[in-house]
């Protein structure tokens, strides 16, 4: 297995830009994650799917911040318009539901805002 | 409220030594798993070991052990005959078990390692 895969490895575009993140979880994995983590404050989970399902958005900073897994094997995290505090490492992780086994991450996506 | 603390924001450690990380937790659950992930430079973050909550016994692999203490909700990790490329960020982190898998993470220790 390829394990989790995440796009673009690196992300510079200018405020007020619109942003695309994206992920592609290991297959058999019904469980998926997106964090955020900054030197600030550290490892943040923005918003969590099961079966494809979101269960808990109440990380996602604003409304700007939108997240949607149309299948199993696909999810996007969108940043519409992006800000410069936005500028951190996006991961995205997944895992058996049951959570017992850990999360398996991807390399993660730095995205910087000027 | 689920909380997962690590006290040390840094450790150092000789080559060849040993070190040990702390971390506790809060929670009401009985069934649960704690995790420590390695997050080298490279920001990969990597698992490095599991513990269920229900088993008594430490969890080792090879060079790491942890020191699960579940009445005091503490988990630490000890790394023996460190290696250079032990240097990185350590997560502690805990999930319940079948509620979803969400993983709550402490602040994270950087550990460095001296020639």
């Known amino acids: 297995d390829a394990g989790v895969i995440q796009s673009p490895r690196h992300e510079v575009t200018e405020m007020g830009q619109e942003v695309t993140l994206r992920c592609k979880p290991i297959s058999g994995h019904n469980s998926l994650f997106w964090y955020r983590q900054t030197m600030m404050r550290g490892l943040e989970l923005l918003i969590y799917?099961?079966?494809?399902?979101?269960?808990?958005d109440s990380g996602m900073p604003e409304d700007r911040f939108s997240a949607k897994m149309p299948n199993a094997s696909f999810s996007t995290l969108k940043i519409q318009p992006s800000e410069p505090r936005d500028s951190a490492v996006y991961f995205c992780?997944?895992?058996?539901?049951?959570?017992?086994?850990?999360?398996?991450f991807g390399s993660g996506t730095r995205l910087t805002v000027v | 409220a689920q909380t997962v603390t690590q006290s040390q924001p840094e450790m150092s450690v000789q080559e060849a030594e040993t070190v040990t990380l702390s971390c506790t937790y809060d929670?009401?659950?009985?069934?649960?798993?704690l995790f420590w992930y390695k997050q080298p430079p490279s920001r990969q973050m990597i698992l490095v070991i599991r513990?269920?909550?229900?088993?008594?016994q430490n969890a080792t692999e090879n060079r790491f052990s942890v020191n699960f203490q579940k009445a005091a909700k503490s988990f630490s990790l000890k790394i023996s005959d460190s290696q250079l490329g032990d240097a990185a960020m350590y997560f502690c982190a805990y999930t319940v078990y079948n509620q979803g898998g969400k993983l709550i993470f402490g602040q994270g220790t950087e550990l460095s390692v001296k020639p």
């Open positions: 513990q269920e909550a229900y088993k008594q």
């Open positions: 929670t009401s659950e009985s069934d649960y798993y």
């Open positions: 992780a997944s895992s058996l539901q049951t959570g017992g086994y850990g999360y398996t």
């Open positions: 799917f099961n079966n494809n399902v979101p269960i808990d």
